[in-house]
């Protein structure tokens, strides 16, 4: 099958455009109580369509995702935290994004999307909710078998809730193409 190359990827809508990957990451809570987790991000992502004359490609973006809490709050961080300490969490995520080729390889990316939680708390932060609105932007480098990506996730209620110290998630993620 004959198809043109360009911007690192490949210039056809069919399904050698989805691609899964695992990503490995670690966070920060939002917020002042915020505590400290590991985050790992399983992810399928679809093109949905492309912008050759611009260079952009749009994508939605399935993630299901584990945050081991590993608080390491100070005894003083401890007493004014408004959820609890110990708490891990597991989401499920749905977005949309778009992805601006800034050279061949390298690229920027913006999403926005939702994410159901297990549990309203991570680590002295309180979610408020276990709805959340997933924000990210991202730097990436792919080339025709990998693709690399250093994203910044943030979890918020989006104000539905009077508690809402939100969650920020710095996540390298690596992929091989499948």
């Not at 990827?9 to 069919?14: E, F, I, L, T, V």
């Not at 002042?32 to 399928?44: E, H, K, Q, V, W």
């Not at 994508?59 to 003083?76: A, M, Q």
């Amino acid at each position: 099958m004959g198809t043109s190359v360009y911007a690192g990827g490949n210039n056809s809508s069919s399904s050698s455009d989805s691609r899964y990957f695992f990503g490995i990451g670690a966070g920060d809570g939002g917020g002042f109580y915020g505590g400290y987790f590991t985050a790992y991000r399983l992810s399928y992502q679809k093109i949905l369509s492309h912008n050759s004359e611009y260079s952009f490609k749009y994508f939605s973006d399935t993630g299901l995702n584990f945050w081991k809490d590993d608080s390491r709050l100070s005894e003083f961080d401890k007493t004014g935290a408004t959820s609890g300490l110990s708490s891990s969490n597991l989401s499920v995520s749905y977005s949309r994004g778009i992805r601006k080729y800034v050279s061949k390889n390298s690229f920027l990316d913006i999403g926005l999307g939702l994410s159901l939680h297990s549990s309203d708390s991570m680590g002295g932060s309180d979610l408020g909710t276990t709805i959340h609105i997933e924000s990210r932007i991202g730097l990436g480098y792919e080339r025709e078998t990998y693709r690399s990506v250093l994203n910044l996730f943030h979890y918020s209620n989006g104000g539905r809730s009077e508690k809402n110290d939100g969650v920020d998630v710095l996540m390298l993620s690596v992929s091989k193409y499948f």
